[in-house]
């Protein structure tokens, strides 16, 4: 709540920094994220896509990576990464420390992401990041700036449909939440994506059979996952679908 009172009061200023692009899209794309990552991501949450023929970006803090939380449980490890990102998904950045980004200074923030790109291109043999998610959906106008400069995209928590002009510095996402799932508001969400040939992001942290506040479980994951492909939406990646935007090509989807 703050962090969204804060950025409306400091709205002119965001839109000094702000980084669109003219759409591109004759039919609507959608993307499965999830931020941390707990290791219920990493299996049921990856095996439920892969079962559609889909991949999702995970958004990996390495400092988080093999530990243990009593919210989450178990964090990805190491193999996961690798193993996620043999099967076609993509890792995205998070910072290495998990930080609020509206609390770096300019050296802390390049700290964070250079500590977290240094950690991942151990895990994945030279891998480059090239999506970046504000952890919490925290963000100022100068740290957004930064990021925006060395991502391809950048995705906060603001919920709403990607349509029109795409805000790559700040993409819009819906969350998942098992203590907020509304099917018929994401079937709605769905058709207007449809309807305005627009990206929808969905996120959300753990999937398990007992979620936190912030994650959800399998079966709800997979009713989203099947309403998507039940529409004949195409399921991107946020690397390949920010690649759309700024007019490259996408290869076709990965065999399930």
């Not at 219920?40 to 559609?52: D, K, V």
């Not at 050296?107 to 504000?134: H, K």
């Not at 819906?174 to 994401?186: F, K, N, Q, V």
């Not at 996952?225 to 700024?246: E, F, Y």
Request: proline content about 4%; overall charge positive; charged content about 20%.
């Amino acid at each position: 709540m703050f962090t969204r009172l804060r950025r409306r009061l400091l709205t002119p200023i965001y839109r000094l920094t702000e980084n669109t692009v003219a759409s591109p899209l004759r039919e609507a794309v959608v993307s499965f994220t999830f931020d941390d990552f707990p290791a219920s991501a990493a299996t049921h949450g990856a095996r439920i896509l892969e079962a559609q023929g889909a991949r999702g970006t995970f958004y990996v803090a390495g400092s988080l990576v093999g530990t243990t939380s009593s919210l989450y449980g178990d964090y990805c490890r190491r193999p996961d990464l690798a193993a996620l990102h043999a099967r076609g998904h993509e890792i995205g950045c998070h910072t290495y420390g998990h930080d609020r980004v509206s609390t770096l200074s300019p050296r802390g923030l390049i700290d964070a992401l250079d500590r977290n790109a240094a950690f991942v291109r151990g895990c994945l043999d030279g891998y480059a990041m090239q999506s970046f998610a504000y952890p919490f959906g925290d963000m100022s106008p100068f740290r957004k700036l930064q990021a925006q400069t060395r991502f391809q995209s950048c995705r906060g928590n603001t919920p709403g449909l990607n349509a029109g002009k795409i805000e790559l510095g700040d993409l819009r996402a819906e969350r998942i939440y098992e203590t907020s799932a509304d099917h018929e508001s994401i079937a709605a969400l769905l058709r207007s994506a449809a309807a305005m040939r627009g990206w929808l992001i969905f996120y959300t942290h753990d999937v398990s059979e007992h979620p936190s506040a912030f994650g959800c479980t399998p079966q709800t994951f997979e009713r989203v996952v099947k309403s998507v492909a039940a529409a004949g939406l195409r399921v991107l990646t946020i690397r390949d679908a920010a690649t759309l935007m700024t007019g490259g090509g996408v290869s076709a989807r990965p065999a399930a």
